[in-house]
């Protein structure tokens, strides 16, 4: 049911897209050859079109935000009848406004009982920038000045700012810019595929968590301030831990007086059939940040909520914060926030994940036996497809992140918006997603990885 081509000249676009428009995480070069920019031009439901009228299943919601789907009008007049109303003003110098106080009230109550204070921020990457920051602050005020080391994963993603890139764990970002930062420490991720070996996922799990309390031993607790990780890390190719992890890292945490923080810029609001990622996996977090899921996408905006422990002893003795973004908890965002969190409460949207989370498991599950899938997992409507040479040691291809472009242009081809990272293929649609819907995700899926199949068959092992 492709639409009718929008009426513009798309070369024309292409060709000042290319003069003039740098683009977020792109080789430019790559933009000169053939094709260029796919323009897309109007979504509706799950369904993205581009300039050529052609109807695309968008498995990625957007960037793991567009969690209502596309087309919500509601949406739309909550941020019409805001900017009307108030489009603008500040949260600073002891001034407030409706949306913004709504906002907070509505996040804190979704959370569990121990966080009660949220701050706003325009993204993912200043939610983490803004814990940096508090965490520090909180050490100092708190008398533990040389508390301040910060423990995270190789091949996290926590945002591209300054801290939240030395936070995130990935190399190629490192080497631009000469980061991480001081005083932030890597550590083993839990990804069993790639670094379980022979140990059980069970095993591994214990593994990676018993890599955070060694970090800890050889800093020394009093050095270390806080760990971060993502729930379930979206950008390194959904990893989801072996249950063994979680619970571990709660009481490695609680043992040293280290500050957990549980990333829920993609697990947060539904993601996982419970609210929050720390829901499912019983976190025991101090402070969440979140982003996307929390507008989805209509409109930027992301938070950071603050346990009371943290919260009130910083009331008490802290002062004043000297942080902040103009736009902090701005009004339209919040409005759109607001509704975006009405319709998943209404419409049921977060019970619809988990209601669907064993159709879509069994779903993917079919792909596991297809000769270049090592790997299929998923957890409420997030899930990946590890793409291997040999299925029984799990060995990748050479030149890691190939063979995974091919298999993403093989998915845009056939009408399925799915994402490499690396050599895992990974999905996470919409909510409002059918079964039908997700029969042809995962038809759309088998069909790409057939034709990867025979453009590196020679490959396999
Ligand atoms: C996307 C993402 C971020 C960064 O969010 P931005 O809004 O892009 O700055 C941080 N953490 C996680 C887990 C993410 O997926």
Not at 52 to 75: H, P, T
Request: proline share 5%; aromatic share 10%.
């Amino acid at each position: 049911m492709n639409r009718q081509p929008i009426n513009f000249n798309a070369d024309e676009l292409r060709a000042l897209d290319r003069s003039h428009h740098l683009h977020p995480f792109t080789d430019h070069k790559s933009l000169d050859g053939e094709g260029g920019t796919r323009i897309i031009t109007h979504a509706d439901g799950v369904y993205l079109w581009d300039s050529a009228g052609r109807r695309m299943l968008d498995g990625m919601s957007g960037l793991w935000c567009v969690n209502i789907g596309y087309g919500r009008k509601e949406l739309a007049e909550a941020a019409y009848r805001q900017m009307l109303e108030l489009p603008y003003y500040n949260t600073f110098f002891k001034t407030s406004h409706v949306p913004a106080i709504e906002l907070a009230t509505k996040v804190a109550r979704l959370l569990p009982e121990r966080f009660n204070k949220v701050f706003f921020v325009n993204s993912g990457s200043e939610a983490n920038d803004t814990i940096f920051r508090l965490v520090r602050h909180y050490n100092n005020v708190r008398g533990k000045p040389q508390k301040k080391a910060f423990i995270a994963r190789h091949n996290a993603y926590h945002g591209s700012t300054m801290a939240s890139a030395s936070l995130g764990g990935m190399a190629g970002m490192h080497a631009q810019g000469d980061l991480p930062l001081a005083g932030i420490h890597h550590v083993l991720q839990p990804h069993w595929f790639d670094l379980g070996g022979d140990l059980s996922p069970d095993e591994f799990g214990l593994k990676a968590a018993k890599a955070v309390e060694d970090k800890i031993l050889e800093l020394g607790p009093d050095n270390v301030a806080a760990f971060i990780g993502e729930p379930i890390q979206g950008a390194g190719g959904v990893i989801i831990p072996p249950r063994t992890y979680w619970p571990e890292i709660n009481r490695i945490c609680k043992t040293y007086d280290v500050l957990l923080i549980s990333d829920e810029v993609i697990c947060g609001f539904g993601r996982t059939g419970e609210w929050f990622g720390l829901d499912t996996f019983g976190i025991e977090a101090d402070i969440v940040p979140m982003a996307k899921g929390l507008s989805s996408g209509y409109l930027p905006i992301g938070a950071v909520a603050v346990c009371d422990e943290v919260a009130n002893y910083l009331y008490e003795h802290g002062g004043e914060f000297l942080h902040g973004y103009t736009y902090s908890g701005h009004p339209a965002a919040c409005a759109v926030a607001l509704e975006n969190i009405r319709i998943l409460e209404e419409e049921g949207l977060v019970d619809r994940v988990r209601r669907l989370a064993p159709y879509f498991h069994e779903k993917l599950m079919t792909l596991a036996d297809h000769p270049i899938i090592g790997e299929v997992r998923s957890v409420g409507l997030i899930g990946a497809c590890e793409l291997t040479r040999n299925k029984k040691t799990r060995a990748r291809f050479d030149k890691l992140g190939r063979v995974g472009l091919i298999c993403r242009d093989h998915c845009f081809n056939g009408g399925l918006i799915m994402r490499s990272c690396f050599d895992t293929m990974v999905v996470a649609p919409p909510f409002v997603i059918t079964e039908q819907q997700i029969d042809d995700l995962v038809a759309a899926a088998r069909h790409a990885f057939d034709l990867t199949y025979q453009d590196v068959k020679s490959e396999i092992e």
